[in-house]
């Protein structure tokens, strides 16, 4: 990716953002990201580069110890998966302006993904375990 930075919305347009996408795209297929977007999650990772308009517009569910998810108060529109160290801002492709420009970097938790769907091509797939050795890691 460059370091242009891109800009998106929610459905309704109380968020707007911008943020500058450091690699391609991941589908997450972990139960909680299946359970709060209604689907495999597909997102970018933006690091700390995310600049929301109106702060007040997005809700904060903290969704474990180390993460917490962001959506629209108005409208409800999945956004942003944030570690809450710092570093890593997963932003949902479908806000973004345009949700074409990324290629299909990775599939994670695919240990977790229900069998009714499969994307085709052939990219790393990351179990669970794997995903979070790597975050153990960086730490």
């Known amino acids: 990716m460059s370091d242009a930075r891109l800009s998106g919305r929610c459905l309704c347009g109380a ?3 911008t943020a500058v996408p450091e690699h391609g795209m991941h589908a997450c297929h972990c139960e909680s990201c299946r359970r709060w977007s ?3 999650y597909l997102s970018v990772d933006c690091g ?3 600049e929301v308009a109106d702060p007040a517009a997005v809700g904060t569910y903290d969704s474990s110890e180390w993460a917490d998810r962001q959506f629209c108060r108005t409208c409800g529109s999945t956004l942003f998966w944030r570690l809450k160290a710092g570093g890593i801002t997963a932003v949902s492709v479908q806000a973004f302006d345009d949700p074409g420009a990324f290629a299909f970097k990775d599939e994670i938790f695919i240990d977790s993904k229900p069998a ?3 994307f085709a091509g052939d990219r790393p797939r990351l179990t669970g375990e794997e995903v979070m050795a790597q975050f153990s890691d960086e730490t």
């Open 15 to 17: 968020v707007t953002f």
């Open 38 to 40: 209604g689907g495999v």
């Open 48 to 50: 700390d580069s995310l």
């Open 116 to 118: 009714n769907y499969a």
